[in-house]
């Protein structure tokens, strides 16, 4: 069965920062995808970041481009989201997606992706 897993999450003062991992389990791959959407309670989810699983590419929503970095251990099928300057407007609840096969469908398009973590819980207080 594949798993998909997430974990970092946490409450933290505006401007702080978190470290998000995902990691992947049940399958292996060298293509595909990792992505992280996050959600807020009574609104859909929307798109935060992804990588290119074989180059490293990292795909960034505007509002982290400049705060987020994304990153990936291929051996460790782990991805991770590094969170600076958090602002109170990134509380949600942030889920890893995956895909392990290359796609011509945007990385930023939930249905490009087949498994889905539980998700962690980011916090961010004024």
């Known amino acids: 069965q594949v798993q998909v897993v997430e974990s970092g999450g946490g409450s933290v003062q505006r401007g702080g920062s978190l470290t998000l991992s995902c990691t992947a389990s049940g399958t292996t791959f060298s293509s595909g995808r990792m992505g992280w959407f996050r959600q807020v309670p009574g609104k859909g989810r929307e798109f935060v970041s992804a990588?290119?699983?074989?180059?490293?590419?990292?795909y960034y929503a505007d509002f982290v481009k400049d705060r987020f970095t994304i990153s990936r251990d291929r051996a460790k099928y782990t991805m991770y989201l590094q969170m600076n300057s958090l602002k109170p407007e990134d509380t949600a609840v942030y889920s890893c997606?995956?895909?392990?096969?290359?796609?011509?469908?945007?990385?930023?398009?939930?249905?490009?992706?087949?498994?889905w973590g539980q998700g962690t819980q980011v916090t961010v207080s004024s």
């Open positions: 997606a995956l895909r392990t096969y290359d796609s011509a469908i945007k990385m930023n398009i939930t249905r490009s992706y087949d498994y």
């Open positions: 990588i290119s699983w074989n180059n490293g590419k990292g």
